[in-house]
């Protein structure tokens, strides 16, 4: 498990989302693993997540298609799983991980400085 904390201002919630599955992916990817998978509370996000058509959020979405796109072709047997969890349900490694994000208030990065 690995964690990273980017500041950013004035995004939606959906822009968050695909930006914290953007950096999981592309963390998961780095490594020589079979089996990734991806705890979300959005399945908007995690849809909108692997949709390379154009969209306000395409460029979270190609950074991550091209990342698996890495991932599937060096590992042919490796698989992806999305996963469904609410916050309201508070499983613990989700509900750490969505309290950790919503209690980082001290934002200065634009999301478009991550890109630059």
Not at 59 to 84: D, E, K, M, Q
Request: one cysteine or more; proline letters at 3%; charged letters at 15%.
């Amino acid at each position: 498990m690995s964690s990273s904390k980017v500041p950013i201002e004035q995004a939606t919630a959906l822009d968050v989302e695909l930006f914290a599955i953007q950096l999981g992916v592309v963390k998961a990817t780095s490594f020589e693993i079979k089996y990734i998978i991806l705890i979300t509370d959005s399945l908007t996000a995690a849809r909108r997540a692997v949709n390379a058509s154009v969209h306000s959020d395409q460029a979270y979405s190609l950074g991550i298609v091209h990342a698996l796109r890495r991932y599937f072709t060096g590992y042919p047997n490796c698989s992806i799983h999305f996963w469904n969890c609410p916050s309201k349900v508070q499983w613990s490694l989700h509900f750490l991980a969505h309290e950790n994000t919503i209690s980082y208030q001290d934002c200065y990065w634009t999301l478009s400085s991550y890109f630059s």
